[in-house]
């Protein structure tokens, strides 16, 4: 199973980023898809999840601004974030559990200056 986060970047506070993960080696499409985020001298913090059927849970600090959607055909996963913050710098990662087995990707590095 791999996974690979793409699209990160710097931006400035009110701006957007799309985030992409892409999986290979599980069958896509009957698996949920999370990603979370680990912000400098923090937690890691699930951010949202997408279902196999596509429904969509979020944490309450991106609720409204951020979405997370998916192409089983093209076998990824989007986060688009909006309104970005400050706060909400930190290194993105998608996660897929497994057979009781987690996976993840690398992390792309999202930026957001004030």
């Known amino acids: 199973v791999q996974l690979q986060a793409s699209g990160g970047g710097l931006v400035q506070a009110r701006g957007s980023l799309r985030l992409s993960c892409a999986a290979s080696?599980?069958?896509?499409?009957?698996?949920?898809i999370n990603w979370h985020r680990r912000a400098p001298g923090k937690q890691r913090e699930l951010v949202g999840s997408?279902?196999?059927?596509?429904?969509?849970t979020y944490v309450d600090s991106v609720k409204g601004r951020f979405t997370i959607s998916r192409d089983n055909v093209r076998r990824r996963v989007y986060l688009r974030m909006n309104s970005l913050k400050p706060e909400d710098t930190a290194v993105y990662y998608c996660?897929?559990?497994?057979?009781?087995?987690?996976?993840w990707g690398q992390g792309t590095q999202v930026t957001v200056s004030s």
């Open positions: 996660n897929v559990v497994r057979l009781g087995r987690e996976f």
């Open positions: 080696g599980i069958n896509f499409s009957i698996h949920t």
């Open positions: 997408i279902s196999s059927g596509g429904s969509a």
